[in-house]
């Protein structure tokens, strides 16, 4: 398969996960950020001090839903790109199973893990002053999730060179992945900031449950839109050839 189709297919699907990642922040993400905000506006005018809002809240929506179908697509592009350079070392038996494992990786080293490590927090939650150091904690689980992918693949790998069944590999890959990153967990610093008396710990476990669906929203119509779109080009390809054979 061409090396531009590959790009095309990811460029669809990033478009395509990043409309389902704004319309489940829209539906599911926003509502809460809102309850969040109302919690910041009261402190304002019990302090006694108001800003004027110079965009409105369903300004900064709409362009933020724009941004995401816009970064949906440069996501997709760098996808493909995975995809091409890693795609006979992925599991499963055709490119869908391989896109969709591709992108289940993606989610627990992009989102699952550095939630876990320093959970993500809404508008009413967080201290300016610890933006650099949630920062750095970020891109540190970042960082330990990719050694961690790493480490494992190695592992697989080594095991099927051995001949190891396939049950028992995936057996020792699992444990050797829960194990890690329950380690990694457990090293990584937490989170510096410390949840508001007034601030409901529903808030909280709804924001953070919001983010992770539409984080993982996008990532799932990635894995799924790719993957169809790649074996589709793929089962084309005969015949075109054959087409081509007999002219």
Not at 3 to 28: C, K, N, P, T, Y
Not at 117 to 122: E, F, L, M, V
Not at 189 to 202: C, L, N, Q
Request: no cysteine.
């Amino acid at each position: 398969m061409r090396f531009s189709r590959l790009l095309r297919d990811g460029a669809l699907s990033g478009a395509a996960a990043g409309l389902v990642a704004a319309l489940v922040m829209w539906l599911h993400t926003e509502p809460v950020i809102r309850r969040a905000l109302a919690i910041e506006d009261a402190r304002m005018t019990s302090a006694h001090h108001h800003d004027d809002e110079i965009v409105s809240r369903t300004a900064q929506v709409f362009f933020g839903a724009a941004t995401a179908a816009l970064a949906g697509v440069l996501f997709g592009l760098v996808f493909a790109v995975v995809f091409a350079r890693t795609r006979h070392r992925l599991p499963g038996l055709g490119d869908h199973a391989r896109s969709l494992w591709l992108a289940a990786f993606g989610y627990g080293v992009f989102v699952l893990l550095p939630a876990l490590a320093i959970p993500s927090n809404p508008p009413a939650v967080g201290d300016p002053s610890t933006v650099t150091r949630r920062t750095l904690v970020y891109v540190l689980a970042l960082l330990v999730g990719l050694l961690l992918v790493g480490v494992v693949s190695a592992l697989d790998a080594r095991l099927r060179s051995r001949g190891t069944d396939g049950p028992v590999r995936v057996s020792a890959v699992v444990t050797a992945t829960v194990a890690l990153g329950a380690l990694a967990l457990w090293l990584l610093p937490g989170t510096p900031d410390r949840i508001p008396s007034d601030v409901p710990a529903a808030l909280v476990w709804d924001f953070r449950v919001a983010s992770l669906m539409q984080l993982g929203a996008m990532w799932l119509v990635l894995g799924l839109a790719f993957g169809l779109l790649v074996t589709r080009d793929a089962a084309d390809v005969p015949d075109r050839d054959r087409q081509a054979a007999r002219t």
